[in-house]
Antibody, heavy 120, light 108 residues
Framework: QLQLQESGPGLVKPSETLSLTCSVS??????????WAWIRQPPGKGLEWIGS???????YYNPSLKSRVTISVDTSKNQFSLKVSSVAATDTAVYYC????????????WGQGTLVTVSS | DIHVTQSPSTLSASVGDRVTITCRAS??????LAWYQQKPGKAPKLLIY???NLEYGVPSRFSGSGSGTEFTLTISSLQPDDFATYYC??????????FGQGTKVEIK
């Protein structure tokens, strides 16, 4: 059974960089059939796709966040990571990692999510 | 950019009701639409993919239809476990993936 687990600081100061890692177990991140995605959800609001990465390192970002977001993959550790620079209070959200089917474009496995609060 | 508009934002219904939620895309997205159910404090759960395909293990009272720019999620007979928030998600070229704003199904 595939499992994804987000990890990283729960509190980040304004203007600093948010960094999260998603550890994948029960399957290989190097599968040719999937992208790996980050999605976030501000408290009480809807879902926002942040970006996706293929095991080769190809990345696809939400245009509205592209200037501040970097997603990377470490196939040796079966992990992928998210960095969001210059954070503000509006970046406070639950951050989810998920597996995205490359051919049918749906998210079938999700992590439990981790709340990141931006506050001084 | 392709925008997705989901409606209604809130829906009040009773157990046994037939419920329909709509997603409209600003341009044709073929059949590249998925539906998710989310309960408070939990990650979203996939219900439907490619507009009308039921995910394995999802009850058959859930169904999806549509193509092009208009899509619907139907729950044929609402059950107590179905009170939740539902999101559509579209895929378009670039590639990008976008979620609808969500529909909260509440007890009437």
């Amino acid at each position: 059974q595939l499992q994804l687990q987000e990890s990283g600081p729960g509190l980040v100061k304004p203007s600093e960089t948010l960094s999260l890692t998603c550890s994948v177990s029960g399957g290989s991140i190097s599968s040719e059939s999937y992208y790996w995605a980050w999605i976030r959800q501000p408290p009480g609001k809807g879902l926002e796709w942040i970006g996706s990465i293929y095991y080769s390192g190809s990345t696809y970002y939400n245009p509205s966040l592209k200037s501040r977001v970097t997603i990377s993959v470490d196939t040796s550790k079966n992990q992928f990571s998210l960095k969001v620079s210059s954070v503000a209070a509006t970046d406070t959200a639950v951050y989810y990692c998920a597996r995205l089917d490359r051919f049918l474009h749906y998210l079938d496995y999700w992590g439990q999510g981790t709340l990141v609060t931006v506050s001084s | 950019d392709i925008h997705v508009t989901q409606s209604p934002s809130t829906l009040s219904a009773s157990v046994g009701d037939r419920v329909t939620i709509t997603c409209r895309a600003s341009q044709s997205i073929g059949s590249w639409l998925a539906w998710y159910q989310q309960k408070p404090g939990k990650a979203p759960k996939l219900l439907i993919y490619k507009a009308s395909n039921l995910e394995y293990g999802v009850p058959s009272r859930f169904s999806g239809s549509g193509s092009g720019t208009e899509f619907t999620l139907t729950i044929s007979s609402l059950q107590p476990d179905d009170f939740a928030t539902y999101y559509c998600q579209q895929y378009s070229s670039y590639p990008t993936w976008t979620f609808g704003q969500g529909t909260k199904v509440e007890i009437k």
